[in-house]
T-cell receptor
Framework: GQNIDQPTEMTATEGAIVQINCTYQ??????LFWYQQHAGEAPTFLSY????GLEEKGRFSSFLSRSKGYSYLLLKELQMKDSASYLC???????????FGKGTRLHILP | EPEVTQTPSHQVTQMGQEVILRCVPI?????FYWYRQILGQKVEFLVS????????KSEIFDDQFSVERPDGSNFTLKIRSTKLEDSAMYFC?????????????FGNGTRLTVT
């Protein structure tokens, strides 16, 4: 079966840095997405990695190691509005199927 | 910025009834999806649709479910005979092209409540 694992919950302090890990075991791999989902809302796209290494986008960075089946999302200078769930998703084949992990609920403390 | 739109935002139906959830994907997108999210659980893949046919579907997407693109803009999900366990948020999503840097763009969802 397909497996995408993330921690269920994390807590961090406003202004700090947090790293959310994701490991995956899937029958195909053509890239990994990170999405943010606020409670009661739709997921919104944050980042995409297909090659090994770090992609930086403002306060958010995402890393991928294909050989280890591992990714992380790094959030810097945390703000209260970053309180949300962060979803790791794998593009399993070139065309179509994208499956999601259970998400990591991030709580930001003032 | 173009967006995916879904109607209705909330649908209440009785068990055994048919429901149709409607979506208008972003106009130049080619790949269309339905996902569902039961309250407090993960976003689950139901089906993907390309070139007027289903390209992938999950075990959840059984004979009770069907999808259709009746014209050049709408994309619908039909549940033939709803069950209590079909209560969930249903998200439509679209992508512009295959592979590469082409993320899913989600609509705001339809909350389906089956009583």
């Amino acid at each position: 079966g397909q497996n995408i694992d993330q921690p269920t919950e994390m807590t961090a302090t406003e202004g700090a840095i947090v790293q959310i890990n994701c490991t995956y075991q899937t029958s195909g791999f053509n890239g990994l997405f990170w999405y943010q989902q606020h409670a009661g809302e739709a997921p919104t796209f944050l980042s995409y990695n297909v090659l090994d290494g770090l992609e930086e986008k403002g306060r958010f960075s995402s890393f991928l190691s294909r050989s280890k089946g591992y990714s992380y999302l790094l959030l810097k200078e945390l703000q209260m509005k970053d309180s949300a769930s962060y979803l790791c998703a794998v593009l399993m084949n070139r065309d179509d199927k994208i499956i999601f992990g259970k998400g990591t609920r991030l709580h930001i403390l003032p | 910025e173009p967006e995916v739109t879904q109607t209705p935002s909330h649908q209440v139906t009785q068990m055994g009834q048919e429901v149709i959830l409607r979506c208008v994907p972003i106009s130049n997108h080619l790949y269309f999806y339905w996902y569902r999210q039961i309250l407090g659980q993960k976003v689950e893949f139901l089906v993907s649709f390309y070139n007027n046919e289903i390209s992938e579907k999950s075990e959840i997407f059984d004979d009770q479910f069907s999808v259709e693109r009746p014209d050049g803009s709408n994309f619908t999900l039909k549940i033939r005979s709803t069950k209590l366990e079909d209560s969930a948020m249903y998200f439509c999503a679209s992508r512009s092209r295959t592979g590469g840097y082409s993320p899913l763009h989600f609509g705001n969802g339809t909350r389906l409540t089956v009583t």
